[in-house]
Nanobody, 126 residues
Framework: QVQLVESGGGLVQAGDSLRLSCAASGLTFSNYAMGWFRQAPGKAREFVASISQNGGSTNYADSVKGRFTISRANARNALYLQMNSLKPEDTAVYYC???WGWGPRPSESLSEYDYWGQGTQVTVSS
């Protein structure tokens, strides 16, 4: 079955960096657009970033643009999120997700994504 397993979360201070990874199995990874989402306590899950099947197109939430970078390594069935200049408001559980869609731009809509990981906690202290 399809498995998406996130790793790399942790407790950091404001201004620090973290790199999240997502290991995919049970699917043809290169056929899926991929996304990162996050959910803070008491808030709805929200879009962070997405990337097309070949990595040629990316999409970011305004709140992370210029600080976060999404990338993928299809040969390793891996998705990454490099997070720099972290802020306390970035504190959340971060999820990776896979989208079968082949639209012109990788989706930012939660409902478009077919598979989800269990999440990894990122906590940024001030």
């Amino acid at each position: 079955q399809v498995q998406l397993v996130e790793s790399g979360g942790g407790l950091v201070q404001a201004g620090d960096s973290l790199r999240l990874s997502c290991a995919a199995s049970g699917l043809t990874f290169s056929n899926y657009a991929m996304g990162w989402f996050r959910q803070a306590p008491g808030k709805a899950r929200e879009f962070v970033a997405s990337i097309s099947q070949n990595g040629g197109s990316t999409n970011y939430a305004d709140s992370v643009k210029g600080r976060f970078t999404i990338s993928r390594a299809n040969a390793r069935n891996a998705l990454y999120l490099q997070m720099n200049s972290l802020k306390p408001e970035d504190t959340a559980v971060y999820y990776c997700a896979a989208d079968w869609g082949w639209g012109p731009r990788p989706s930012e809509s939660l409902s478009e994504y077919d598979y989800w990981g269990q999440g990894t906690q990122v906590t940024v202290s001030s």
